[in-house]
């Protein structure tokens, strides 16, 4: 009979699917660090996984798991060469938040270039007056460039293309692969677009190194509006802080940090022109229920031989299609 180690709070709607399952059992671990679950692994055939790691020397404790499956998309955590050196599958969900993540982005871009925090904290705090310096900006007819255009980026698009903005992408992988139709068009360089842009938007996925550093930011016009809804590292942090401190950046919009959660005395935390949120995007109450269930099916499915192949990330390393 398998056995499944949830770490992590789960959703009860997750958490019904798992209990009602028939042929397995279940342990919770609600405390999200890999501390808390790592002494259990080394029982469970299955786990499934929140944002906490899982390092190599966790997964050596791992004598018969067969799958991790994660409560998202995303696997930037999780250490893939160690899973796959073991064969252990590593599913994720299908598409359970790219709306709820493209609706934050699409807040952050309208806080952020309509002042939200300084318009609050005048009429909290005063001074009334500072509506006089005209700070909001109008979005209609601006230009904004979006890093990254997958279901995110194509939503997040779509949404603000209401507010009736010039629209354009980068994403190298794609413009290689074949540009999807609509009416966003590629932009395949990456400084001009820049330049070109009044408001960006990152949905791009991490790399070894930044996608936007000191070079990048110098490329930008003078007060542009910078949103990363992606992860944290994609922008370097410190050439950020330059740059707002410089003006070349006016205001940004941040859900992701290199270091979550940031230090208490972090300097972004001192701009009233950066709106914060704690890595909020894809956790909606909606979203957070698609994906206790769908990380809770997989492993359902996954144990019943009928798991969808393309949610298994690793399934050529392992050699995942000829198993089932």
């Known amino acids: 009979m398998p056995h ?3 770490a992590g709070k789960l959703h009860p709607s997750g958490r019904a699917l798992l209990d009602a399952a028939k042929g397995l059992t279940v342990r919770y671990i609600e405390d ?5 679950y790592a ?26 798991l067969k799958i991790v499956s994660r409560h998202g998309v995303g696997y930037d955590a999780v250490d893939l060469p160690a899973l796959n050196s073991k064969g252990i599958a590593l599913a994720v969900c299908g598409d359970v938040n790219s709306y709820s993540v ?14 939200a925090l ?29 890093l990254g255009y997958g279901r995110i980026g194509r939503h997040t698009a779509e949404m603000m293309s209401g507010f009736s903005m010039n629209i354009r992408a980068f994403d190298p992988y794609l413009t290689r692969q074949g540009w999807p139709e609509g009416p966003v068009g590629p932009a395949e360089d990456l400084t001009e677009a820049l330049g070109w842009a009044d408001v960006i ?9 930044p996608l936007i550093g000191a070079t990048e930011f110098a490329a930008m016009k003078d007060g542009v509006v910078l949103v990363n809804t992606a992860r944290g ?14 003006g070349k950046v006016g205001a940004a919009g941040l859900d992701v940090f290199e270091d979550e959660p940031p230090a208490a005395d972090d300097p972004l935390k001192g701009f009233d022109q950066v709106i914060l949120s704690p890595h909020i995007a894809g ?24 798991i969808t192949p393309n949610l298994v990330v690793n399934r050529t390393e392992i050699g995942f299609e000829q198993k089932v």
């Not at 899982?54 to 791992?62: C, R």
């Not at 997989?298 to 144990?303: L, Q, R, S, T, V």
């Open 102 to 115: 493209a609706e934050h982005a699409c807040m952050m871009i309208l806080a952020a270039s309509k002042r």
């Open 4 to 6: 499944v180690l949830v």
């Open 233 to 246: 590292g994609i922008v370097h942090e410190a050439a950020l802080i330059d740059a707002l401190l410089s």
């Open 118 to 146: 300084r318009g609050d904290a005048s009429v909290r705090r005063g001074p009334w007056g500072w509506r006089n310096k005209l700070e909001s900006q109008d979005l209609r007819d601006r230009n904004l460039l979006i």
């Open 32 to 36: 999200v660090s890999e501390e808390s």
């Open 201 to 209: 938007s990152i949905s791009a996925p991490k790399a070894k190194e």
């Open 283 to 306: 956790v909606t109450e909606g979203a957070s229920e698609r994906m206790a269930l769908g990380s809770a099916q997989n492993i359902i499915d996954f144990f019943e031989n009928r």
């Open 39 to 64: 002494p259990y692994v080394h029982e469970a055939d299955a786990l499934l996984i929140r944002t906490q790691p899982m390092s190599a020397p966790t997964v050596a404790k791992a004598q018969n």
